[in-house]
């Protein structure tokens, strides 16, 4: 149950033991839904930790005491950390989920620049981080000996085109 004061239903199988059936993320979310809520919504014996940090079982390993950390980033992405060592990706896929799910819509606000600025530097540092951390879940996979295939690929190497982009629009010569 969600002790955020939220009226979500409960998974099934919730607080008994058994787990929450998973299905694959195809369907776009809302940008009404915080990404956090996305992943939320499938564990098991979530508790709020504080504001914008939760406590739950984490679905990559039979865990009977919650052991993997959810925090709610201020832009609204998703970070993980399991306790017993698994992987941000392991813990995305097992809980039914894709990266792209915990990170909030691409918001391509117009920001106010100055004469001849093509881009807010602060919407390019936030792009880059966004970037890096789809790099950084895979490149921990492959640490782990995972072969990276099909739309991970190609995503790995649209983040690295992105990041070079931001790179070059900051003046880095790369």
Known sequence: MHSRGSERPEPVGAG?????????????HSTAEPPVH???????????????RWY???PAHEDRHPSL???????GRVLLFCNA???????????????????????????PRRRGQRHDPRQLLRAAA???????????????GERLQGADLDR????????R??????GANV
């Open 16 to 28: 008994n033991g058994a787990r929450a059936p998973r299905k694959s993320s195809t369907k776009k």
């Open 38 to 52: 996305r992943l939320l919504e499938r564990l098991e014996k979530v508790r709020q930790a504080g504001p914008r």
């Open 56 to 58: 739950a079982c984490c």
């Open 69 to 75: 950390a959810i925090t709610e980033a201020e832009e």
């Open 85 to 111: 060592g698994f992987g941000a990706l392991d813990v995305i896929r097992a809980a039914g989920l894709e990266p792209r799910d915990l990170f909030p819509p691409d918001e391509r606000e117009a920001a």
């Open 130 to 144: 966004q970037e890096l951390t789809v790099i950084v879940v895979a490149a921990e996979a492959v640490q782990r």
């Open 156 to 163: 790995l190497a649209t983040a690295g085109q992105r990041v």
């Open 165 to 170: 982009t931001a790179a070059r629009e900051a």
